[in-house]
Protein backbone atom coordinates (compact mmCIF):
# COMPACT_ATOMS: atom_id res chain seq x y z
CA UNK A 1 0.00 0.00 0.00
CA UNK A 2 1.25 3.26 -0.74
CA UNK A 3 0.82 6.07 1.61
CA UNK A 4 -1.59 9.36 1.05
CA UNK A 5 0.50 11.66 1.13
CA UNK A 6 2.56 10.13 -1.90
CA UNK A 7 1.35 11.38 -5.13
CA UNK A 8 0.79 8.96 -8.20
CA UNK A 9 2.31 9.72 -11.42
CA UNK A 10 -0.01 9.69 -14.24
CA UNK A 11 -0.78 6.79 -16.65
CA UNK A 12 0.89 6.28 -20.11
CA UNK A 13 -1.44 8.11 -22.22
CA UNK A 14 -3.53 10.21 -19.30
CA UNK A 15 -3.30 13.80 -18.81
CA UNK A 16 -1.81 14.91 -15.86
CA UNK A 17 -4.72 17.00 -13.35
CA UNK A 18 -4.87 20.22 -14.75
CA UNK A 19 -3.69 23.34 -12.23
CA UNK A 20 -6.01 25.89 -12.14
CA UNK A 21 -5.41 29.51 -11.58
CA UNK A 22 -7.43 31.95 -9.52
CA UNK A 23 -8.59 35.01 -11.16
CA UNK A 24 -5.27 36.85 -9.79
CA UNK A 25 -2.63 34.37 -10.75
CA UNK A 26 -4.14 34.52 -14.42
CA UNK A 27 -4.36 38.12 -14.50
CA UNK A 28 -0.59 38.46 -12.95
CA UNK A 29 0.54 35.47 -15.59
CA UNK A 30 -1.41 37.29 -19.17
CA UNK A 31 0.35 40.20 -17.52
CA UNK A 32 3.62 38.71 -17.87
CA UNK A 33 2.46 37.16 -21.07
CA UNK A 34 1.38 40.64 -23.08
CA UNK A 35 4.78 42.28 -21.82
CA UNK A 36 6.62 39.71 -23.73
CA UNK A 37 4.71 39.55 -26.80
CA UNK A 38 0.81 41.36 -28.08
CA UNK A 39 -1.57 38.93 -27.45
CA UNK A 40 -5.36 38.49 -28.98
CA UNK A 41 -8.40 38.72 -26.64
CA UNK A 42 -8.98 35.36 -28.08
CA UNK A 43 -5.61 34.06 -26.77
CA UNK A 44 -6.13 35.32 -23.52
CA UNK A 45 -9.32 33.62 -23.09
CA UNK A 46 -8.08 30.18 -24.92
CA UNK A 47 -5.39 30.93 -21.96
CA UNK A 48 -7.53 31.13 -19.21
CA UNK A 49 -9.78 28.42 -20.08
CA UNK A 50 -6.94 26.11 -20.03
CA UNK A 51 -6.67 27.35 -16.62
CA UNK A 52 -9.85 26.06 -15.45
CA UNK A 53 -11.19 30.12 -14.86
CA UNK A 54 -14.67 30.09 -15.10
CA UNK A 55 -16.39 32.23 -18.42
CA UNK A 56 -17.73 35.12 -15.55
CA UNK A 57 -14.22 35.27 -14.36
CA UNK A 58 -12.18 35.41 -17.58
CA UNK A 59 -13.95 37.76 -19.01
CA UNK A 60 -13.56 40.13 -15.52
CA UNK A 61 -9.62 39.49 -16.32
CA UNK A 62 -9.93 40.22 -19.87
CA UNK A 63 -11.78 43.40 -19.36
CA UNK A 64 -9.29 44.60 -16.72
CA UNK A 65 -6.35 43.55 -19.52
CA UNK A 66 -8.01 45.80 -22.20
CA UNK A 67 -8.62 48.96 -19.42
CA UNK A 68 -4.81 48.64 -18.69
CA UNK A 69 -3.96 48.48 -22.05
CA UNK A 70 -2.22 44.61 -21.72
CA UNK A 71 -4.57 43.94 -24.46
CA UNK A 72 -5.47 46.21 -27.36
CA UNK A 73 -6.83 44.03 -30.11
CA UNK A 74 -6.46 46.79 -33.27
CA UNK A 75 -2.69 46.98 -32.02
CA UNK A 76 -1.87 43.00 -32.10
CA UNK A 77 -3.98 43.14 -35.36
CA UNK A 78 -0.87 45.36 -36.61
CA UNK A 79 1.52 43.61 -35.48
CA UNK A 80 0.29 40.76 -36.49
CA UNK A 81 0.02 42.00 -40.11
CA UNK A 82 3.86 43.57 -40.14
CA UNK A 83 5.32 40.41 -38.81
CA UNK A 84 3.47 38.37 -41.71
CA UNK A 85 3.76 40.52 -44.55
CA UNK A 86 7.77 41.81 -43.81
CA UNK A 87 9.26 38.23 -42.30
CA UNK A 88 6.90 35.73 -43.38
CA UNK A 89 6.24 37.13 -46.74
CA UNK A 90 2.36 35.86 -46.79
CA UNK A 91 -0.44 37.77 -48.82
CA UNK A 92 -3.13 39.86 -47.78
CA UNK A 93 -5.93 36.50 -48.33
CA UNK A 94 -3.94 34.79 -45.51
CA UNK A 95 -3.55 37.36 -43.10
CA UNK A 96 -7.08 37.88 -43.18
CA UNK A 97 -8.05 34.44 -43.12
CA UNK A 98 -5.51 34.10 -39.94
CA UNK A 99 -6.94 37.21 -37.98
CA UNK A 100 -10.40 35.91 -38.62
CA UNK A 101 -9.84 32.62 -37.00
CA UNK A 102 -8.51 34.81 -34.40
CA UNK A 103 -11.79 36.28 -33.92
CA UNK A 104 -10.75 39.86 -35.30
CA UNK A 105 -12.45 40.97 -38.06
CA UNK A 106 -11.23 42.55 -41.03
CA UNK A 107 -8.28 44.94 -39.48
CA UNK A 108 -6.08 47.26 -41.29
CA UNK A 109 -3.60 45.36 -43.72
CA UNK A 110 -0.97 47.47 -45.25
CA UNK A 111 -1.44 46.96 -48.90
CA UNK A 112 1.26 49.19 -49.75
CA UNK A 113 4.31 47.41 -51.68
CA UNK A 114 2.79 43.83 -52.06
CA UNK A 115 3.20 43.15 -55.50
CA UNK A 116 7.38 44.24 -54.87
CA UNK A 117 6.93 41.67 -52.03
CA UNK A 118 5.35 38.93 -54.06
CA UNK A 119 8.09 39.43 -57.16
CA UNK A 120 10.87 39.11 -54.51
CA UNK A 121 8.87 35.24 -53.14
CA UNK A 122 8.89 34.16 -56.36
CA UNK A 123 12.37 35.50 -57.31
CA UNK A 124 13.76 33.39 -54.42
CA UNK A 125 11.21 30.39 -55.24
CA UNK A 126 12.61 30.35 -58.90
CA UNK A 127 16.25 29.88 -57.73
CA UNK A 128 15.42 26.59 -55.51
CA UNK A 129 12.49 24.90 -57.56
CA UNK A 130 13.17 22.01 -60.05
CA UNK A 131 11.56 22.30 -63.39
CA UNK A 132 11.55 20.94 -66.83
CA UNK A 133 9.84 23.03 -69.09
CA UNK A 134 9.32 27.22 -68.34
CA UNK A 135 5.56 26.13 -68.47
CA UNK A 136 6.54 23.65 -65.61
CA UNK A 137 8.11 26.62 -63.51
CA UNK A 138 5.49 29.42 -63.99
CA UNK A 139 2.78 26.70 -62.88
CA UNK A 140 5.25 25.96 -60.26
CA UNK A 141 5.25 29.67 -59.37
CA UNK A 142 1.52 30.47 -59.51
CA UNK A 143 0.77 27.53 -57.01
CA UNK A 144 3.43 29.00 -54.51
CA UNK A 145 1.93 32.58 -54.72
CA UNK A 146 -1.04 31.40 -54.15
CA UNK A 147 -0.08 29.27 -50.79
CA UNK A 148 1.20 32.36 -49.55
CA UNK A 149 -2.06 34.17 -49.95
CA UNK A 150 -1.92 36.80 -52.48
CA UNK A 151 -4.48 37.72 -55.61
CA UNK A 152 -4.39 35.33 -58.35
CA UNK A 153 -4.02 38.27 -60.55
CA UNK A 154 -0.99 39.43 -59.34
CA UNK A 155 0.24 36.23 -59.15
CA UNK A 156 -0.20 35.33 -62.22
CA UNK A 157 1.03 38.86 -63.69
CA UNK A 158 4.32 38.36 -61.59
CA UNK A 159 5.16 34.70 -62.99
CA UNK A 160 4.37 35.42 -66.49
CA UNK A 161 6.83 38.80 -66.19
CA UNK A 162 9.13 36.14 -64.72
CA UNK A 163 8.61 33.67 -67.70
CA UNK A 164 8.19 35.82 -70.85
CA UNK A 165 11.54 35.60 -72.02
CA UNK A 166 10.92 31.64 -72.80
CA UNK A 167 8.64 29.45 -74.46
CA UNK A 168 5.40 30.26 -74.90
CA UNK A 169 2.73 28.25 -72.04
CA UNK A 170 -1.02 27.85 -72.30
CA UNK A 171 -2.56 30.39 -70.30
CA UNK A 172 -4.17 29.13 -66.79
Known amino acids: MQPADVKKSPVRGERPPRRTKTPE ?4 ALTRL ?11 LRLMRGWGLAESDAQRVLARLVSDRFIDDARYAGAFVREKFRLSGWGEYKIRAALQRKGIARERIDRGDTASRLKRQLERKARTVRHATPCELKAKLVRYGLSLGYEYEAVLDAASEMTKNTEPCDDF
Open 25 to 28: EAYA
Open 34 to 44: CARAEKSESDA
